[in-house]
């Protein structure tokens, strides 16, 4: 029989797969203290069914079936309501080997614990109330940062920052559907002239409120994949050693040929402090060469779905741009992007003249990719363009996925199309239409509206053991 979810007591290795000090096995559950018993032995004999709640203690994992001792361990006793799930959990921290971890948790599971699905964990605190969705999201994007933006912001979306202000809005929302029912029932009371005026006042806040949240989308998104950066420019001028500089390793091939890169390249990176999708292409040229032109043919497909082009010129070439590179074209195709100018091999001339062909108002920074001078200038630069304003106060709510984005806008939309029926005079029912749509919209965000099925599938992407 399929126990329902708040009757499973799950396992999982918690620790990432590979040899380390420690694994962590992970139970958690109505069952978890009396399968971790079932499993566990002290030198005393003390059974954790006698412990206070948060205590380790030292032992052995012993296979009872075959009474073989697997690891000499530490237990983490933690009862609910205190623990991460909201339900008892037993944490075993074993030596950190593959084959020890895998062993104790199909000792585990012999026990009578069930293999947790992905975010099983994460699922059951969603469902005992310890955090909203937008909160069980902030876990894996806390363990999936690539940058310190990314986080700095997952710490403070788990913290509960958007989830306060989802349901502070959410509650004015239901506020207003009350009133409005409460008009309904009672139609006797002349209170319709007062209930439009606070119907218009509220939603206009509610309105101005969500707006605002709605702003920070495209950041908080940014945040969290990185400012989709595309390196672009003619061969040899350096893009692959910028691309290296950036990561500080040597990802990508380096070498004087022209034409060395032909695939594209991306790499996550914490650019001081600014998350980058970092993308580098082959180097754009007529070419014969059949591998090459698709190279050059994938590098204009990156551009184009590119938040940032960095284009990149050579300070020691930059008299004979063509016939290699025309850089009107170049600056054609920029016009429509949000792009930087960037002169490279610095070191190798003192001159700074700008180049005649670049508009007055384009943004251009000097850079060598050999000894990273300007590289901070890029980043400060970068940071402006795409982080400034939305995201000034740490503790300020953003959204930070796909999913809350649309969540939001059509929220916003149902309470758009719920003020035009207060201004219009339209039937309250017609009114609570829109605004039940409005908060089911939104509730989305914090999962409170969300069907069953849909909440699986979310915590499905999330990582097994968390
Ligand atoms: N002096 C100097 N040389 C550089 C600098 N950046 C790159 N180079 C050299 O320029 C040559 C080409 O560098 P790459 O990074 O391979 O150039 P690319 O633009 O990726 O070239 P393709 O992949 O062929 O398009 C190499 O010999 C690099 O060492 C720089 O800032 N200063
Ligand atoms: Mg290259």
New binding site residues.
Partial sequence: MELLDQERTIAAIATAPGTGGIGIVRISGPKAVGIADAVFRTPSGKKLADAHTHTIHYGHVVDPAVQETIDQVLVMLMRAPHTYTGIDTVEIQCHGGPFVEQRILETVVSAGASPADRGEFSKQAFLNGKMDLSQAEAVMDLITSSSEMSRRASIEQLAGNLAKEIEYQCSLLLDLTTLIEANIDYPEYDIEEVTYDRLLDDISSVLVRLEDLYRTSDSGIRIHQGVRTVIL?R???????LMNRILGRER?I????????RDVIEENVDLDGVPLRLI?T??IRQTADTVEKIGVDLARKAAESADLVLW?LDASALDDMEPVEDPSEMLDFLKEKQYIILI??N??TEDRTRPPFLPEDAPVIWV????GDGIRALSEKIRAMFFSGAVQADSQPLITNVRQKDALRRALEALTSAKEAVTEGMPEDIIMIDLTNAYDALGEISGKTLKSDVIDEIFKRFCLGK
Wanted: charged share 20%; net charge neutral; proline share 3%.
């Fill in positions: 420019g061969p040899n001028v350096g893009k692959s050693s990508a380096v070498t004087e040929i022209a034409g060395t890169t580098d082959a180097g990149l490279n091999k070191d190798l060598s990719a050999r000894t």
